[in-house]
T-cell receptor
Framework: GENVEQHPSTLSVQEGDSAVIKCTYS??????FPWYKQELGKRPQLIID?????GEKKDQRIAVTLNKTAKHFSLHITETQPEDSAVYFCAARTGGSNYKLTFGKGTLLTVNP | DGGITQSPKYLFRKEGQNVTLSCEQN?????MYWYRQDPGQGLRLIYY???????QKGDIAEGYSVSREKKESFPLTVTSAQKNPTAFYLC?????????????FGPGTRLTVT
């Protein structure tokens, strides 16, 4: 089955700096890669996603890049703010008829004011 | 925040007892999922169902059981066979159509077994 590795497990940045979280996946048939943000005690919420036919996608201060050849994708957050502090999860969906996602282990991002 | 509800928010049980966690959605989604979340372990899939009366095991199904008798409901039973049941349990749902893969999560149930 699919295996998703996520790095780093913790990341601390100063407010205003950029943050980058990287994920690799094992199944070359995977075609959908979402990123979820989970604040303490809350449910995970989708912040951005990318499909395998696209190399990059941006939404204001966040962007995701995908390298299908290397089987890795990354989340980029620019001009970080304290409210960006949360756990971020990447995931991958393997192609086929099932719609399940395989998640990475998460990155705890701390933005220091 | 609407659409998927889980109850209760906190649940306490004694070892050896079965316990059922509730998950209901009014999003008209076909698929529903149960995840277990432990610190540093991410979200691990327990069971999922893409249609009523059908479900599949995820990566860590041992010690758990589910049913899907209605589209809106996907209860999870944590049985006494689950060796380490204390965890945060998340339910999610998604549509099953075309290229729409986003999963929507419920607020979670924190289960403590002593």
């Amino acid at each position: 089955g699919e295996n998703v590795e996520q790095h780093p497990s913790t990341l601390s940045v100063q407010e205003g700096d950029s943050a980058v979280i990287k994920c690799t996946y094992s199944d070359s048939a995977s075609n959908y890669f979402p990123w979820y943000k989970q604040e303490l005690g809350k449910r995970p919420q989708l912040i951005i996603d990318i499909r395998s036919n696209v190399g990059e996608k941006k939404d204001q201060r966040i962007a995701v890049t995908l390298n299908k050849t290397a089987k890795h994708f990354s989340l980029h957050i620019t001009e970080t703010q304290p409210e960006d502090s949360a756990v971020y999860f990447c995931a991958a969906r393997t192609g086929g008829s099932n719609y399940k996602l395989t998640f990475g282990k998460g990155t705890l991002l701390t933005v220091n004011p | 925040d609407g659409g998927i509800t889980q109850s209760p928010k906190y649940l306490f049980r004694k070892e050896g007892q079965n316990v059922t966690l509730s998950c209901e959605q009014n999003l008209n989604h076909d698929a529903m999922y149960w995840y277990r979340q432990d610190p540093g372990q991410g979200l691990r899939l327990i069971y999922y169902s893409q249609i009523v009366n059908d479900f599949q095991k995820g990566d860590i199904a041992e010690g758990y059981s589910v049913s899907r008798e209605k589209k809106e409901s996907f209860p999870l039973t944590v049985t006494s066979a689950q060796k380490n049941p204390t965890a945060f349990y998340l339910c999610a749902s998604s549509i099953v159509a075309g290229f729409q893969y986003e999963q929507y999560f419920g607020p979670g149930t924190r289960l403590t077994v002593t």
